[in-house]
């Protein structure tokens, strides 16, 4: 499935990213073994009515863009947030809210709160209620123009939590939970109409920071870690993933950047680099660096000669070894076993993930779960050292002296 395959966002390139700057990166991407681009937030016009923003996204621009990534090889997200709408009411970060099409043709599709206002929903945006047929054949209609119509592999949708409870007495709703019920439905139809589209198309849904909804969950082909803060978000909220999705589950880490940053008055500087915690723990490898040097203002994001490098090595290691895809094992409990560790079996092998529980280097012995008796040769695969041999027996597993900092990532076979 195309969901294990790595994933570029031009998110480094924030609000305002151009077709030329999405497609500037193309040679790097295919140099590095990177199979997916996504475009990212504020492509649009308005919440709600999704067209591209006559600015960046000028005429047919969008879909020409989706088709010279698919003449170079490359597959093609869009970033959208179901449900939202402009109302003329509000803002998010620069952008005023217009009154968008949808809400002014179809006031009567909005959720409304107790006292008869339009309710609001994340980004203070308005909200069409999912319970209403309309609505639901409305996001229908939008994922068939992203889809088929623009060309588009599949979705990033972003910032899933759940709707406002809706009292519009037009709906007459049994009880104002019904929106909040319906919400699934959406997504459900957002999801099967891609996939009848595009059998390989990929639906990602992400809650940015918060626990995902039990009611969505099912409707997608990849989990993302979400917004993680640092590289242990990165690492249990994989795990947590393949414990409700399955060990073969494809869990995206999110950008590499995210594994590492530093609080900057009331942002971040991200500026982390760390793969391992993704590769280690079966997750899918994504990045959102800046390539050509687009100027100053993104220097933290921009690929360097160092920084090729570096994603040159990791990346290849994620591709060849593909641990996204292997079956990821129980064995080890976080807060309970030192180093926290990871084991996903593959091929026939057993791969260890062991990350130190501070920034100095670790020492002692790591247990090596789950295999059966027998020798084994252990290698570090990710700078290519052989460990030597270790026996495991019926009651005891293996045990190797070590000391490593930040990760240790190991191969075991027979
Ligand atoms: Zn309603
Ligand atoms: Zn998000």
């Not at 950008?255 to 900057?264: N, W």
């Not at 290691?317 to 990871?342: A, Q």
């Not at 045990?399 to 075991?412: C, D, G, I, N, W």
Request: proline share 6%; charged share 25%.
């Amino acid at each position: 499935s195309e969901a294990y395959n790595v994933s570029w966002c031009g998110w480094g390139y924030e609000f305002n990213v151009t077709p030329a700057q999405m497609l500037g990166t193309v040679p790097k991407l295919k140099e590095l073994g990177i199979k997916w681009a996504t475009l990212d937030d504020r492509w649009f016009d308005t919440y709600g009515d999704w067209d591209p923003r006559p600015d960046t996204f000028p005429g047919d621009s969008i879909k020409k863009m989706t088709d010279e990534f698919h003449k170079q090889g490359e597959l093609v997200q869009l970033w959208w947030l179901p449900l939202g709408v402009e109302d003329g009411q509000g803002k998010y970060e620069s952008h005023k809210y217009l009154l968008s099409k949808v809400a002014k043709e179809h006031p009567e599709w909005l959720i409304l709160d107790k006292n008869g206002k339009h309710a609001r929903m994340i980004r203070d945006l308005a909200v069409l209620c999912p319970a209403v047929p309309e609505v639901q054949a409305y996001y229908k209609q939008l994922t068939e123009k992203f889809i088929r119509d623009w060309g588009f592999d599949g979705s990033k949708l972003d910032n899933i939590y759940t709707v406002p409870m809706c009292y519009n007495p037009a709906h007459h709703h049994k009880s104002p939970q019904d929106s909040v019920n319906a919400m699934a439905d959406v997504y459900k139809t957002i999801f099967q109409t891609t996939r009848a589209i595009k059998p390989e198309s990929v639906t990602q849904s992400c809650p940015c920071g918060t626990p995902p909804s039990l009611a969505w969950l099912p409707y997608m082909d990849q989990a993302v870690t979400a917004d993680p803060v640092g590289a242990v978000q990165v690492r249990r909220r994989i795990k947590m993933y393949k414990a409700l999705l399955g060990p073969e589950a494809a869990v995206y880490g999110d950008h590499v950047e995210l594994s590492a940053m530093t609080r900057v008055g009331k942002s971040w500087l991200e500026h982390g680099n760390d793969f391992a915690s993704t590769i280690g723990t079966g997750g899918v490898v994504g990045t959102k660096f800046v390539w050509p040097d687009p100027g100053p203002k993104f220097k933290n994001v921009l690929l360097t000669q160092n920084k090729e490098a570096h994603w040159k090595k990791w990346i290849g290691i994620y591709n060849e070894k593909m641990l996204s895809k292997g079956n990821f094992r129980n064995l080890y409990v976080d807060g309970y076993d030192t180093p926290e560790g990871y084991a996903i079996e593959k091929d026939g092998k057993m791969y260890y993930a062991f990350f130190a529980p501070s920034s100095a280097a670790w020492r002692g012995e790591v247990e090596l779960r789950g295999l059966e008796p027998g020798t084994y040769h252990v290698v570090d695969y990710a700078d290519g050292k052989d460990l030597g041999t270790v026996e495991a027996t019926a009651d005891k597993a293996p045990r190797l002296a070590t000391e490593f900092k930040e990760h240790l990532l190991l191969e075991v076979s027979r």
